[in-house]
Every structure is written in C-alpha cells, then in structure tokens.
C-alpha cells in the first residue's frame, strides 16, 4: 500500500507541516509521522478526516483512484 505516499504529498501539496496536521487530528505529530512513513495502517476516522481536510476522498487516500475532486460520479 502506499496511501502513505498520498498523505505526505496532500499534506506538501497543502504547505502543512506534519505538527498542523497532527494538532487538526487532535494526536501527537510522532503517531501522525507513522501514518505517513507507513509505519502504522491509518484508522478508517483518521483516512475519513484527512479526506475532509484536503477536501478529497478516501478512495483518492487509498489509492483506489487518481481523481482527486471530492463529489460523487453517477
């Protein structure tokens, strides 16, 4: 997997540091540092708020798209 790649560019693409995110997602910034080094699997409330902080989606996190728009396609 490597949706952990997908955080640290959202986070760069978003010009945070990895303590902003950190505090927006009320943890530590080393617990932070290991979702992003894949060190530890993102829990499904950290990939659902960090979806909602870089206004995309999970799917987009996950690998499971490139298109990073957050809306429903029907």
Same mark, same amino acid.
Request: charged share 30%.
């Given at each position: /997997?490597?949706?952990?790649?997908?955080?640290?560019?959202?986070?760069?693409?978003?010009? /945070?540091? =990895?303590?902003? &995110? *950190? +505090? $927006? !997602? @009320? /943890?530590? =910034? %080393?617990?932070?540092?290991? $979702?992003?080094?894949?060190?530890?699997?993102? %829990? @499904? +409330? &950290? !990939?659902? *708020?960090? *979806?909602? !902080?870089? +206004?995309? #989606? #999970?799917?987009?996190? !996950?690998?499971?798209?490139? +298109?990073?728009?957050?809306?429903?396609?029907?």
């Amino acid at each position: /997997m490597g949706y952990y790649r997908r955080i640290r560019d959202l986070r760069e693409d978003h010009d /945070m540091t =990895q303590q902003q &995110v *950190a +505090d $927006y !997602l @009320s /943890m530590k =910034q %080393p617990q932070y540092n290991r $979702y992003e080094k894949g060190y530890r699997d993102i %829990p @499904s +409330d &950290v !990939l659902i *708020a960090l *979806a909602n !902080l870089y +206004d995309t #989606t #999970t799917d987009f996190i !996950l690998e499971r798209t490139d +298109d990073k728009t957050n809306f429903c396609k029907i």
